[in-house]
């Protein structure tokens, strides 16, 4: 069974435009951390943004800021003024108290000047 | 420069024939980790480790060893490949577990024919 889902494997964004990328998540546990991170055209991994399950408030990282349901087991990523530097694939990441790390299908984003 | 290495970064090679990827870094982590990224499919973990001599299974361990004998080394055996190991492999490392932000090498792009 997929334990991170991401719905949407591609979305495309007008420059200086919001997009938001879906991610679900499954778990029985009530502590955990979830990521984003993007993955440009060079292939290297980069941390995006990091939620704590437990911490109520939504993470932010200048742009980017996620929208953390708990009950609903959703964590979504809001873009804001994008950029075309940010065209990449973005992958939702969750991983328990065990330090398994369980990465989702990923989302192509598409930036258009 | 803090960073995680890879080598070697191309490989291509046939059934059966034994070989080694290995990965370092030099950021004194106690986490370090091994992906595999196929399309479609996302990052799948293949095994972890969380200090030296201290290993665990990930989601997709068949076919591969790791060792760590050292803090800064995490190898990847793959003793028999098979033409289904041909993927891109990443190692990554972390300060203390997966919680925290995983720094990621280059990349491993191996071809088994």
């Known amino acids: 069974a997929q334990t991170v889902t991401q719905s949407q494997p591609e979305m495309s964004v007008q420059e200086a435009e919001t997009v938001t990328l879906s991610c679900t998540y499954d778990?029985?546990?009530?502590?955990?951390?979830l990521f984003w991170y993007k993955q440009p055209p060079s292939r290297q991994m980069i941390l995006v943004i990091r939620q704590e399950a437990y911490k109520q408030q939504n993470a932010t990282e200048n742009r980017f800021s996620v929208n953390f349901q708990k009950a609903a087991k959703s964590f979504s990523l809001k873009i804001s003024d994008s950029q075309l530097g940010d065209a990449a694939m973005y992958f939702c990441?969750?991983?328990?108290?065990?330090?398994?790390?369980?990465f989702g299908t990923g989302t192509s984003l598409t930036v258009i000047p | 420069e803090a960073q995680v290495t890879q080598n070697p970064r191309y490989l291509i090679t046939v059934t059966g024939k034994k070989l080694t990827v290995t990965c370092s870094q030099n950021?004194?982590?106690?986490?370090m980790s091994w992906y595999r990224q196929d399309p479609g499919l996302g990052l799948r973990q293949i095994y972890y480790?969380?200090?030296?001599?201290?290993?665990d299974k990930g989601d997709v361990p068949e076919g591969y060893k790791v060792s760590r004998k050292e803090k800064r080394n995490f190898p990847l055996i793959l003793e028999s490949p098979s033409p289904n190991q041909t993927s891109l492999y990443f190692c990554?490392?972390?300060?203390?577990?997966?919680?925290?932000?995983?720094?990621f090498g280059p990349g491993t792009r191996l071809t088994v024919t």
């Open positions: 778990t029985s546990e009530s502590d955990y951390y």
């Open positions: 990441a969750y991983t328990p108290p065990s330090n398994q790390f369980y």
């Open positions: 950021m004194n982590h106690e986490y």
């Open positions: 480790s969380m200090n030296v001599e201290v290993t």
């Open positions: 990554a490392s972390s300060t203390s577990g997966a919680s925290y932000e995983q720094y």
